[in-house]
């Protein structure tokens, strides 16, 4: 019992603490100096919104792991990945201020999984006997490594379309993996992941039912909680313990499912188009539920939600005891069944049932979730300390 407190319970109330008490300062800082998102004809906020929240949530992670340090010897976080964090969070605010091109985005991120990489020594590098192959050679091992972090880096950033999403998804990925770790025997690791589920609790509330305090996660926040959510990959992956069970690999690939295969299938269709698979739009599986009529807050736990199936389909083929092999498979299979499959078969109802998918929005519209009654008293508390 006191093990559980020390690991999960005070790392997370550390963390949400500092951001709680940090959060109103940033939003003031943000509207002072106009660092703020601007509404345009792609963007689905209709007021500038301050984008500090990255420095909320990076603060509120590193003070968390400081103060947990003091009462947990075990803790044992090589200080690269805090470097790689900062210019993780430096990368993005500076976007989200001076618009960086995205060489220099993708320069930034290569630079810091090479950190990871050849300073830490966390590695893709071993397949622990999925298709019979084991130990990778260095060479594959770093471009297997730079091309998934920074796939995944991306793909956590791209999510980052509707209040509560991108923060929501970092709280659900950094529960999972933590709660990995916590089997895995590896303390310093649950306490990161306990860690930065916590601080992003209060940054979540603010976002999704906050109106003056309501802040964005930003580029600096979305490619910070990319990067942590990688070297959680890269570490379960790595570690190959059997006390994870099943695959390593479907087990991280499940947990990422809708960022990555949604993410996969909006870029390919934009290629597809002959157009950049990073240019703008809004054909992202988020913009599916906001086009039926779902809220923010609604549209973000259903997108959690369709993932948190996906965990749930992995976890079944395991506890069938599928082989490695399979698991991968059908969580592929899932992944792209609840992203694009769901995509797309609303899209074809959208054209041509017409009638069906009006029934739909009127349905979504006469249960819409209201900001009425305990929804506008919590916005009324979290403004309050505007």
């Not at 490695?324 to 041509?352: A, H």
């Amino acid at each position: 019992m006191d093990d559980i407190v020390r690991v999960v319970a005070l790392p997370i109330l550390f963390s949400m603490a500092v951001v709680a008490i940090i959060h109103p300062w940033l939003v003031r800082i943000a509207k002072l100096k106009n660092i703020v998102d601007n509404p345009n004809a792609r963007k689905l906020n209709k007021e500038p919104i301050p984008t500090l929240g990255g420095v909320a949530v990076f603060f509120g992670v590193i003070f968390g792991l400081g103060l947990a340090g003091y009462y947990i010897e075990r803790i044992d976080l090589q200080f690269e990945i805090i470097i790689a964090m900062m210019i993780m969070l430096y990368t993005g605010v500076g976007d989200d201020i001076l618009e960086l091109s995205p060489r220099t985005r993708f320069l930034s991120q290569i630079f810091t999984v090479c950190l990871m990489m050849f300073l830490c020594g966390i590695y893709i590098d071993d397949f622990h006997g999925l298709w019979g192959i084991y130990a990778l050679p260095r060479p594959i091992a770093v471009v297997l490594t730079i091309l998934s972090c920074v796939g995944i880096i991306n793909a956590i950033n791209l999510i980052d379309g509707v209040d509560g999403l991108c923060s929501g998804y970092g709280m659900f990925a950094s529960l999972l993996f933590a709660i990995c770790f916590l089997r895995m025997g590896d303390v310093s690791y649950a306490v990161f992941a306990f860690t930065t589920f916590g601080a992003l609790i209060p940054f979540w509330l603010h976002n999704t039912f906050g109106k003056s305090s309501k802040m964005f996660l930003g580029d600096g926040g979305s490619l910070i909680l990319g990067f942590i959510c990688s070297l959680f990959v890269t570490h379960v992956v790595q570690s190959g313990q059997e006390v994870v069970t099943g695959s390593t690999i479907s087990l991280t690939l499940a947990v990422l499912a809708v960022p990555v295969f949604d993410t996969l299938r909006v870029m390919t269709a934009r290629m597809m188009q002959r157009r950049s698979p990073f240019s703008p739009d809004k054909t992202h599986l988020h913009h599916m539920f906001i086009r039926l009529g779902f809220s923010h807050v609604i549209t973000a736990l259903n997108v959690i939600t369709i993932n948190a199936l996906v965990v749930l389909t992995w976890h079944m083929c395991n506890v069938w005891d599928c082989s490695p092999e399979m698991q991968l498979y059908i969580t592929v299979l899932s992944g792209m069944l609840s992203t694009t499959g769901l995509y797309y078969g609303m899209e074809y109802m959208e054209k041509r049932h017409t009638a069906t998918y009006e029934k739909l929005q009127q349905l979504v519209a006469k249960y819409s979730l209201r900001r009425s009654g305990f929804l506008l008293k919590l916005q009324q508390i979290l403004d309050g300390g505007e």
